[in-house]
C-alpha cells in the first residue's frame, strides 16, 4: 500500500513538473518577439501615418520597382491620361522587366500606368517619363520634387523604374509614406487593385495580369507593387483594407517577402483594434466667442485611429485662447482634435474646422485684443 501510494506520488510530480515546462515554454514562446526575414519593413496606417510595426524603417537602401509607385504618382499628377505616347527607341530597348511596346508604337497615358503597375514594364517608365516631361532627367526631378513635398527627405530617384544605381534609395517608412499618398488618388488604387485586363473591354493595346500574387494572397489586398534587382533584392508594398482603414505593408530585400508580409498583417490584425473617434460633420467642441456668440468646431472627416488592443485611449480639443479676426468662414480650420494613448502619447492629430460662418463684431474684437495686450502685461 506504501508502495502504491509512493508510486502515485512520484506520477503526480511528474504530471505537474511537465505542467511547469508547458506554462514555461508557453510564455517563452508569446514573449518572443516577431522575427521578420527582411533587411528593412514597416506597417503604416495610411490614413493616420502612425507606425504599427517597424524594423530597419527609417535605414538608406535601394527600393527596385517599388520606385514605379512614385512614378505613377508624378503622371496622375501631370499627365493627360487619353494622350497617346509614341514608344521611343530609348523606351523599347531598356533592359529588365517589360511589357513589349515596340518603337514608333503609340500608347496612351492611361494603358502605360496598366503597363507600368501590373507587368511592372520599364518601358512603360522610359515611355511616360519622355512623354510627360520631354526627358527621363526632368521626369526624375519632378519625382524628387515631389518626394520632398510629402516629407520623404531621405528618398531621391535616379531613374523612373528602379534598375540599381548609386543614388537611387528610400527608406521603408517613406515608401510607405508615398504610397499612402498614392492612395488618395482613385485611379490609383483601381490600377494596382486589378487582377487583370481585357484588351477588348479597355480598349488597350494588348491585355493585362498583374504579377504581384499579394492580391490572391491575403483578403483585402488591394495593391501595390513588386520589385527585384541585385542590389535590391526582392521588395514588396502590399495594402490592405483592414476594419475601415487601409494599411500599406512594406517589404525590402527579402527572399520570403510574401511570408513575412503575411506575417506583418497577420500581427496587426491581432495586436490593433481601429477605432472611430468622429465622424465627417459631427461637432466635437464649442468656441466660445464672447457671451452672445460662439461657433460650432467640427471634424472635416471621418477619422480612424488604430489603438493596442488592451490599451486605452482618451481624446481632447485644443482651442485657440483668442479669436480677433473679423469673420469666421464655414470649413476654415480653427482648433485641433488630439487622440492620445495611456501613457499620453499622441495617436493622431488634426484640425477642426468652423461648422458655419460668423461674423465677429467690432467691438468684440476690440475686447478681445485688449484682452491679449492684458494678459501679455500680466505675465
Not at 9 to 27: D, G, K, Q, R, Y
Not at 261 to 270: A, E
Not at 306 to 335: A, F, H, M, W
Given at each position: 500500500?506504501?508502495?502504491?501510494?509512493?508510486?502515485?506520488?512520484?506520477?503526480?510530480?511528474?504530471?505537474?513538473?511537465?505542467?511547469?515546462?508547458?506554462?514555461?515554454?508557453?510564455?517563452?514562446?508569446?514573449?518572443?518577439?516577431?522575427?521578420?526575414?527582411?533587411?528593412?519593413?514597416?506597417?503604416?496606417?495610411?490614413?493616420?501615418?502612425?507606425v504599427l510595426y517597424g524594423k530597419n524603417s527609417e535605414s538608406i537602401i535601394p527600393m527596385a520597382s517599388t520606385t514605379k509607385i512614385m512614378t505613377s504618382l508624378v503622371a496622375l499628377k501631370y499627365g493627360n491620361l487619353d494622350?497617346?505616347?509614341?514608344?521611343?527607341?530609348?523606351?523599347?530597348?531598356?533592359?529588365?522587366?517589360?511589357?513589349?511596346?515596340?518603337?514608333?508604337?503609340?500608347?496612351?497615358?492611361?494603358?502605360?500606368?496598366?503597363?507600368?503597375?501590373?507587368?511592372?514594364?520599364?518601358?512603360?517608365?522610359?515611355?511616360?517619363?519622355?512623354?510627360?516631361?520631354?526627358?527621363?532627367?526632368?521626369?526624375?526631378?519632378?519625382?524628387?520634387?515631389?518626394?520632398?513635398?510629402?516629407?520623404?527627405?531621405?528618398?531621391?530617384?535616379?531613374?523612373?523604374?528602379?534598375?540599381?544605381?548609386?543614388?537611387?534609395?528610400?527608406?521603408?517608412?517613406?515608401?510607405?509614406?508615398?504610397?499612402?499618398?498614392?492612395?488618395?488618388?482613385?485611379?490609383?488604387?483601381?490600377?494596382?487593385?486589378?487582377?487583370?485586363?481585357?484588351?477588348?473591354?479597355?480598349?488597350?493595346?494588348?491585355?493585362?495580369?498583374?504579377?504581384?500574387?499579394?492580391?490572391?494572397?491575403?483578403?483585402?489586398?488591394?495593391?501595390?507593387?513588386?520589385?527585384?534587382?541585385?542590389?535590391?533584392?526582392?521588395?514588396?508594398?502590399?495594402?490592405?483594407?483592414?476594419?475601415?482603414?487601409?494599411?500599406?505593408?512594406?517589404?525590402?530585400?527579402?527572399?520570403?517577402?510574401?511570408?513575412?508580409?503575411?506575417?506583418?498583417?497577420?500581427?496587426?490584425?491581432?495586436?490593433?483594434?481601429?477605432?472611430?473617434?468622429?465622424?465627417?460633420?459631427?461637432?466635437?467642441?464649442?468656441?466660445?466667442?464672447?457671451?452672445?456668440?460662439?461657433?460650432?468646431?467640427?471634424?472635416?472627416?471621418?477619422?480612424?485611429?488604430?489603438?493596442?488592443?488592451?490599451?486605452?485611449?482618451?481624446?481632447?480639443?485644443?482651442?485657440?485662447?483668442?479669436?480677433i479676426k473679423d469673420s469666421l468662414v464655414k470649413g476654415e480650420q480653427i482648433g485641433s482634435l488630439v487622440v492620445c494613448n495611456d501613457n499620453k502619447e499622441t495617436l493622431y492629430k488634426t484640425s477642426l474646422v468652423c461648422k458655419?460662418?460668423?461674423?465677429?463684431?467690432?467691438?468684440?474684437?476690440?475686447?478681445?485684443?485688449?484682452?491679449?495686450?492684458?494678459?501679455?502685461?500680466?505675465?
Amino acid at each position: 500500500m506504501v508502495k502504491k501510494v509512493k508510486r502515485i506520488s512520484i506520477f503526480l510530480f511528474s504530471i505537474m513538473i511537465l505542467n511547469m515546462c508547458t506554462i514555461t515554454n508557453v510564455e517563452a514562446v508569446s514573449k518572443k518577439k516577431m522575427y521578420i526575414n527582411a533587411r528593412a519593413a514597416v506597417a503604416l496606417d495610411a490614413n493616420t501615418k502612425q507606425v504599427l510595426y517597424g524594423k530597419n524603417s527609417e535605414s538608406i537602401i535601394p527600393m527596385a520597382s517599388t520606385t514605379k509607385i512614385m512614378t505613377s504618382l508624378v503622371a496622375l499628377k501631370y499627365g493627360n491620361l487619353d494622350e497617346k505616347i509614341i514608344i521611343s527607341k530609348n523606351a523599347s530597348k531598356i533592359r529588365g522587366s517589360k511589357v513589349g511596346y515596340k518603337e514608333g508604337e503609340g500608347v496612351s497615358l492611361k494603358e502605360l500606368l496598366y503597363g507600368l503597375m501590373l507587368k511592372s514594364g520599364n518601358d512603360a517608365a522610359i515611355a511616360i517619363s519622355e512623354g510627360i516631361a520631354g526627358s527621363v532627367e526632368k521626369f526624375v526631378a519632378l519625382m524628387n520634387e515631389y518626394a520632398v513635398s510629402i516629407g520623404a527627405c531621405n528618398t531621391h530617384f535616379e531613374s523612373p523604374h528602379g534598375l540599381d544605381s548609386d543614388n537611387h534609395y528610400c527608406t521603408a517608412y517613406e515608401l510607405a509614406l508615398i504610397t499612402s499618398k498614392a492612395k488618395e488618388i482613385p485611379l490609383f488604387n483601381q490600377i494596382v487593385s486589378c487582377k487583370s485586363i481585357d484588351k477588348s473591354t479597355s480598349g488597350f493595346t494588348r491585355s493585362y495580369r498583374n504579377i504581384n500574387k499579394i492580391l490572391w494572397q491575403i483578403p483585402g489586398a488591394n495593391g501595390v507593387k513588386t520589385g527585384y534587382t541585385g542590389n535590391a533584392g526582392k521588395c514588396l508594398v502590399t495594402s490592405v483594407k483592414l476594419d475601415n482603414s487601409e494599411i500599406v505593408i512594406v517589404i525590402l530585400n527579402s527572399n520570403t517577402r510574401w511570408k513575412e508580409t503575411r506575417k506583418i498583417y497577420d500581427f496587426v490584425k491581432s495586436n490593433y483594434g481601429f477605432v472611430k473617434i468622429a465622424s465627417k460633420g459631427q461637432i466635437m467642441d464649442t468656441l466660445k466667442i464672447d457671451e452672445k456668440s460662439k461657433v460650432d468646431l467640427c471634424s472635416s472627416k471621418d477619422i480612424i485611429v488604430p489603438v493596442k488592443k488592451g490599451t486605452n485611449y482618451y481624446k481632447k480639443v485644443i482651442k485657440p485662447r483668442n479669436c480677433i479676426k473679423d469673420s469666421l468662414v464655414k470649413g476654415e480650420q480653427i482648433g485641433s482634435l488630439v487622440v492620445c494613448n495611456d501613457n499620453k502619447e499622441t495617436l493622431y492629430k488634426t484640425s477642426l474646422v468652423c461648422k458655419d460662418n460668423l461674423i465677429v463684431k467690432p467691438h468684440i474684437k476690440r475686447f478681445r485684443f485688449f484682452d491679449k495686450i492684458k494678459e501679455k502685461f500680466s505675465k
